[in-house]
């Protein structure tokens, strides 16, 4: 990694704290302008690491998952437009669905596959996600069958995730695989504090797992950019 593309994570790193800060301080009017600045600082670093090497199906999804981060990012910051988040949010989990599905070796290798295997080693992400289902379902009205629409992608992310373990060198996998785990926390998080019960932590705590979330799937990309196999 080139010495001038550290600055980006410099970046990253001072927006975070900065608006981890404000959660702190309780000025949220002021985090219209850290908030963004994360998941920008993180789409330029990704663009540095990436415009020397061929614009693959791997970097544009990624790209596409950051982007729309952003997006999701800048709507949540209005309680009004959390549907409109959520849908941005949506599409970020598909373009990181895409990228761990390219990410590894033979992607498109059906044949060979323990389907019942593979469901079982998945168990307990879908048990959580249906424990996290059952506290919020009765508070959802309306937006019961966007959440649950969501709730689908984001566990079929995160066992894609898992999917690559022995697909790509241990660290790109433990990197992306903590990365979708935390991400996955992340939400639940949102989930609970929205729709069951709010506590004082959650904003806090949401912010904490998401950005270090985002940067370790990032490495995770860049780790097997690097070294595929």
Known sequence: ???????WLYLFLFASLADMALIIKE???MRIYSKPLIITSLIIYFYKITKPISWTL???ATMGALVFSLLGDTLLLWSNLFIYGLGAFFITQVCYIIAFKVAQLNPNRIAGVNFIRTFFL???IYILAAFIYYLIHQN????KIPVVVYIIVIVSMLSTARERYK???PDSFWQVFIGASLFFISDGIIAISKFYRDFPESEILIMGTYIIAQLLIV???RSHMIRPE
């Open 167 to 169: 697909k790509c060198n």
């Open 27 to 29: 000025i949220p009017g």
């Open 122 to 124: 998945n168990l307990p």
């Open 58 to 60: 791997l970097s544009k």
């Open 1 to 7: 990694m080139k010495n001038k593309n550290i600055f």
């Open 219 to 221: 490495m995770g990309i």
């Open 140 to 143: 959802l009205g309306s937006l």
